[in-house]
T-cell receptor, first 115, second 111 residues
């Protein structure tokens, strides 16, 4: 079974702090994704990566950056956390479309509160 | 990203009643995925539809892809309390392989 893990289930930070959210997958997936989930808004894509050191902006990249130095690990960085970044952050991974199916496997999520 | 509308936002049903959620797009879709998220959990993949007019069944769940590939539906027959959760559609279109998630339909089943 694919396993996607995230470094923390709950995180509380202060405004202005630099925040790192880590995601690791163990199935050698090329694609990795970061979403945020807010009530009534569904899942919104922040960034995705289709290979090591490659990244693409999603729909809401402002205030975030990412890093993918190794295939299994995809990090989301909040350079200077703000209260409007309080949210549930979900990481996901998938095979490339050429594999025939690109279903996404999600981690358990990190609930971030910025005070 | 592309615009996809998922309705209704919430649905309350009595256990045993049927339930349907719809996903509508103004553009032609390449394929569409459906996910279920239990309360407190993370989204879990249910199915992917690719062909025009495709219908797939998983026990009490029936998934349809419209003939024009602009809409899709998920129908649950005789809901059970285990069906509680939020159902998301996630279509792709154009040359993108990245699904765009709808806002989801939250199903509440009353015993």
């Amino acid at each position: 079974d694919v396993k996607v893990t995230q470094s923390s289930r709950y995180l509380v930070k202060r405004t202005g702090e630099k925040v790192f959210l880590e995601c690791v997958q163990d199935m050698d997936h090329e694609n990795m994704f970061w979403y945020r989930q807010d009530p009534g808004l569904g899942l919104r894509l922040i960034y995705f990566s289709y290979d090591v050191k490659m990244k693409e902006k999603g729909d809401i990249p402002e205030g975030y950056s990412v890093s993918r130095e190794k295939k299994e690990r995809f990090s989301l960085i909040l350079e200077s956390a703000s209260t409007n970044q309080t949210s549930m952050y979900l990481c996901a991974s998938s095979l490339p479309l050429t594999a025939g199916t690109n279903e996404q496997f999600f981690g358990p999520g990190t609930r971030l509160t910025v005070l | 990203g592309q615009q996809v509308m998922q309705i209704p936002q919430y649905q309350h049903v009595q256990e045993g009643e049927d339930f349907t959620t719809y996903c509508n797009s103004s553009t032609t879709l390449s394929n569409i995925q459906w996910y279920k998220q239990r309360p407190g959990g993370h989204p879990v993949f249910l199915i992917q539809l690719v062909k025009s007019g495709e219908v797939k069944k998983q026990k009490r769940l029936t998934f349809q892809f419209g003939e024009a590939k602009k809409n899709s539906s998920l129908h649950i027959t005789a809901t059970q309390t285990t069906d509680v959760g939020t159902y998301f559609c996630a279509p792709t279109s154009g040359g993108s392989y990245i699904p765009t998630f709808g806002r989801g339909t939250s199903l509440i089943v009353h015993p």
